[in-house]
């Protein structure tokens, strides 16, 4: 039932353009795999062999420092409404930070958000959808407000000292990447 392709067709960019949440999966050679839920307004398809998403400010930076490691990455998006689906995109990726000319590049395309901490691209080299049959319905209530709320009453400067204390290692301790100054 699996369809396999090379590239990101206009229906599947439709698809993903359509969906709440999409998770990503990582992993170094060696340490624990990591797989994290994404939401809210970060994910966008570029043509049909890139996207980037906006990584924010969390309790954890494991996807940077699996990608530092190992550049591979799964994302995946399922239907939780409608024709049932799930779609992976398969590729390398690389993380810009914020004083990164690509960051710049690519940060007007999604809403202002304070707390934002990376940006991903990925080459996707191939693309794989499958059948989600057994995926339940589930309804879109509305976004959580949690995470911003959280990061504007953190303010700037302290969600800076946070991603210094939170973020620059991994739960495996591996770097990951972020600037601490």
């Known amino acids: 039932m699996a369809k396999i392709f090379d590239h990101i067709s206009d229906d599947l960019k439709e698809f993903i353009t ?3 949440i999409f998770f990503v999966g990582t992993a170094a050679q060696e340490g624990r795999v990591n797989v994290s ?3 809210m307004d970060t994910f966008r398809v570029l043509d049909a062999n890139t996207i980037v998403w906006l990584n924010l400010t969390g309790s954890g930076n494991e996807t940077a420092a699996h990608l530092l490691k190992h550049n591979r990455m799964t994302i995946m998006f399922c239907a939780f409404e409608g024709k049932p689906l799930i779609l992976r ?3 390398a990726a690389k993380i810009y930070h914020q004083k990164d000319d690509t960051y710049q590049k690519y940060i007007d395309l999604f809403p202002k958000t304070i707390g934002s901490r990376q940006i991903i691209e990925m080459n996707v080299d191939m693309v794989q959808t499958s059948c989600g049959f057994a995926v339940p319905f589930m309804d879109f209530k509305e976004e959580r407000t949690q995470l911003i709320s959280w990061a ?3 303010g ?3 969600l800076i000292e946070y ?5 620059t290692v991994s739960i495996d301790n591996f770097d990951t990447g972020l600037p601490t100054d």
């Open 89 to 91: 995109l398969y590729g």
């Open 152 to 154: 504007e009453k953190k």
């Open 163 to 167: 991603r210094k204390e939170k973020n």
């Open 18 to 20: 359509r969906q709440k």
């Open 156 to 158: 700037e400067d302290r």
């Open 37 to 39: 839920p994404k939401g």
